[in-house]
């Protein structure tokens, strides 16, 4: 399993986020608007000079309702993945082909509340599946289980001989991890980044994997 770390909660330091960058698999940016969620993050340009010393991959999560503006403005950051939120549409194909025309991996993000089945019809077609374990828009929740939806995403796979990535993200520490090792990555980022030492924690989350 990969250790995503998310710098929300410390997206103005610098020096925090390169720390971050040197001790997890690859870099997990969330973007909010504000509208989708209640609260937007920072202005992008002012991101954007905490990043430039990143050589971790960036997965980039779009909050946001408007994809096509967002993902503009992130083609700088040379992602790796962007994942946008079924809830926004009821035509994610458009968003998908968008993203992919950008030669980026697209993704798609699924809410604790939505039932799995509104995703289904378009996994043969996606990079990525990111399962919410908390509400989007706020750090430092309590992990949601949502056990049920990565096993069933698992069997999806396997059944038809599927490639998707399956990420959790929200409230992920050394002891809610246990219960996704099935997931390819786990997002974390209060967890990591309440801390002093930032490997340190990483190495907890990894912890058990081989029990």
Known sequence: MKIAGSFLKIQ??????????D???QIHFDIMD???TESPTLDL???????VDLN????IHLMVFDVEK???????????YITFHIEITNDPKHYMEYIKSRNIKV???????????????????IDLVLVMSVHPGKGGQTFIDITDKIKSLCQYRKQNNLNYVIEVDGGINNETIKKIRNADIAVAGSYITDSNDYKKQVELLRGDENE
């Open 12 to 21: 103005s330091d610098k020096e925090k986020i390169d720390k971050l960058n």
């Open 34 to 36: 504000g509208k989708f």
């Open 107 to 125: 993704g798609l993000a699924i809410n604790p509340e939505t039932n799995l089945e509104k995703i289904y019809t378009y996994l043969n077609d």
């Open 23 to 25: 001790a997890v698999d």
């Open 70 to 80: 967002y993902v503009e403005k992130v083609l700088e950051f040379n992602p790796a």
């Open 56 to 59: 971790k991959p960036i997965d």
């Open 45 to 51: 340009n002012i991101i954007k000079n905490n990043l």
